[in-house]
């Protein structure tokens, strides 16, 4: 076999630092351990995170908006934290130290939310209707929910990167493999969640909040586990430097040259010799492009550079760093996007749960299922979606657009827009119908209305498939469209929709709150949910989405791809 053939040509390592052998490491036998570890971190996740509003209503003794305010302000960290993780990954630790430095902040996190709820002193004393939470057992709480947020930091960003590091770019049937490997993963994803949003939200409401906290810190022990074992099989993408020096790089170069005139043929422009590599280390070349021209006179060679200016990238930067700058920007529209999407995808754990509160749980005489609980049918939606996606709908879809992907990445989320606005349709009615049902029977002062819960699936499930063409289609779409030596900052950059997407809901209901309140009025959200109109807020969520899906259509068709020359050797 030739030499060629032995070793990736992506520049992928092995954990021994050593070219990797595309014989024994990579592909499949390597994922398998990525999509366990992030199995059982998202079972610690979301077992910790899906039932949270009502551990700080019970236990932290807040209230409806409150609770929904806290929930939506540290999930919105746990989305924005990945850029520092990724920034490290990118500059200095590479992927694998960084998921594996950042899982000690993350276990110390869930292990001392486990102590907040269990241990006498730490966790607040109850009588038989409320809780009496001191200012310390209060902030315990929430450092171990930031620390939690600190160490999913440098986890979220860097492994659905890492796993699609295992396929090389370069050869044709390990990158087919590699559109797979994102359906599989957020596959993985829902079999914890799955788990997370049954099994331990019965626990934290049946058991006990300590044993509830508790399984999904040793879950996260286990995903530790999983990561490690793999060591040996894993392809490691070398790190490349400081993206953020290179931006900034290309933004001084270009303004210390104002005055200079980009010539028309962009052949003159900057570039290094080497006709594959780009002088960015695991970078292949950027072909030029026409757009963001005042950027391209950062890679005018002037006769004043001379050779000095050729080794100083704050002077002269070549073609290939002007393009990465100008890939990023491109991305920004398409990433604006994704927030009001995020807003909704949010109120799964904040909204629908507090919807779910007041209506009947009852599974036959005795079982009562946990309005958390009803987040399992967006996991079954997802679960049912993602292989059918795969195995049915891109292979049909392949016949009539010719390609390979079945749908552009682009489309494929902006069926997921359309999708997202039927959920919040399907909550709004459903909350009309629970509120005339109040009117009609003077119910309200009632505990629970005679409404079952399960009214609340479609508009799960409805998600659930949303996900799937639009979170699945943005993790491909930023992992692609990202410069290869920029692709954590990217993947922290698509996770940050999610982070504004709460922070998005937060401001939401602050303002309606605020408006809607005025002159001693209950407002739309109060505290009992009967007297209010909750379906006013899901109806101004369906109107932002509809707006926002005619922006993404406007975005989306003048988006140019990125086109990359030779390979990394």
Not at 192 to 200: D, E, H, K, N, P
Not at 206 to 214: A, I, T, Y
Not at 536 to 544: D, E, P, V
Request: aromatic share 14%.
């Amino acid at each position: 076999m030739a030499e060629d053939d032995v070793y990736t040509k992506d520049g992928t390592i092995d954990i021994h630092k050593n070219p990797a052998n595309k014989k024994k490491t990579g592909k499949w036998k390597a994922c398998r351990f990525i999509l366990g570890n992030e199995c059982c971190e998202r079972l610690a996740y979301y077992g910790m995170s899906t039932n949270l509003v009502n551990y700080l209503q019970i236990r932290l003794n807040m209230d409806n908006v409150a609770a929904s305010n806290s929930v939506t302000s540290w999930s919105g960290t746990c989305y924005l934290t990945p850029l520092i993780g990724a920034f490290l990954a990118d500059a200095y630790l590479g992927r694998y130290w960084t998921i594996a430095s950042f899982s000690i902040f993350y276990v110390f996190g869930m292990t001392l939310l486990t102590m907040a709820a269990s241990v006498p002193g730490l966790k607040p004393s109850c009588d038989d209707t409320v809780c009496h939470p001191t200012g310390g057992q209060t902030a315990v709480t929430f450092i171990a929910l930031y620390l939690i947020a600190l160490g999913t930091g440098g986890i979220k960003p860097c492994v659905s990167s890492f796993g699609a590091d295992q396929f090389d770019e370069n050869d044709e049937d390990e990158r087919k493999k590699k559109s797979s490997f994102f359906n599989w993963f957020y596959f993985s994803i829902n079999v914890g969640a799955m788990i997370a949003s049954s099994v331990l939200v019965w626990i934290q409401m049946n058991v006990g909040w300590g044993w509830g906290f508790g399984v999904p810190a040793v879950a996260m022990a286990i995903a530790v586990v999983f990561f490690f074992s793999g060591s040996s099989l894993y392809r490691l993408q070398k790190p490349a430097g400081s993206p953020l020096t290179r931006i900034l790089q290309v933004i001084v170069a270009a303004c210390r040259k104002q005055g200079v005139q980009v010539p028309e043929d962009k052949s003159l422009l900057y570039e290094t010799a080497d006709d594959v590599e780009s002088k960015i280390e695991g970078s292949r070349k950027l072909e030029h492009t026409n757009e963001f021209k005042f950027l391209d006179k950062a890679c005018v060679l002037r006769e004043s550079d001379g050779m000095k200016g050729q080794g100083n990238a704050w002077i002269l930067c070549t073609v290939t760093q002007v393009e990465e700058l100008k890939s990023i920007i491109r991305l920004l529209p398409v990433w604006a996007c994704g927030i009001v999407f995020s807003a909704v995808y949010s109120q799964m754990s904040t909204m629908f749960v507090l919807q779910g509160n007041i209506m009947d749980q009852h599974i036959g005489a005795s079982f009562k299922i946990p309005s958390a609980s009803l987040s399992i049918f967006d996991t079954l939606s997802v679960l049912f979606w993602a292989p059918v996606y795969d195995r049915l709908i891109v292979p049909m879809a392949k016949k009539f657009t010719n390609n390979e992907r079945g749908f552009t990445q682009l489309q494929r989320m902006g069926i997921g827009l359309v999708i997202s606005v039927f959920s919040m349709v399907a909550a709004g009615v459903l909350e009309v119908f629970r509120l005339e049902y109040v009117r009609k029977n003077k119910l309200y002062d009632a505990e629970y209305i005679p409404m079952s819960i399960f009214w609340q699936v479609p508009q799960y499930f409805l998600i659930g498939c949303a996900e799937v063409f639009t979170f699945i289609g943005q993790l491909e779409f930023f992992y692609d469209q990202a410069p290869d030596a920029m692709r954590s900052m990217m993947a922290a950059l698509s996770l940050t929709t999610v982070g504004l997407g709460n922070y998005l809901s937060t401001l939401l209901v602050t303002i309606v709150t605020t408006v809607t309140t005025r002159h001693g009025k209950l407002g739309w959200i109060p505290n009992n949910l009967n007297k209010g109109h909750l379906d006013y807020f899901f109806w101004l969520l369906a109107i932002l989405s509809v707006l926002n899906f005619f922006a993404y259509l406007f975005v989306a068709k003048c988006y140019r791809y990125k086109k990359v020359t030779g390979h990394l050797r």
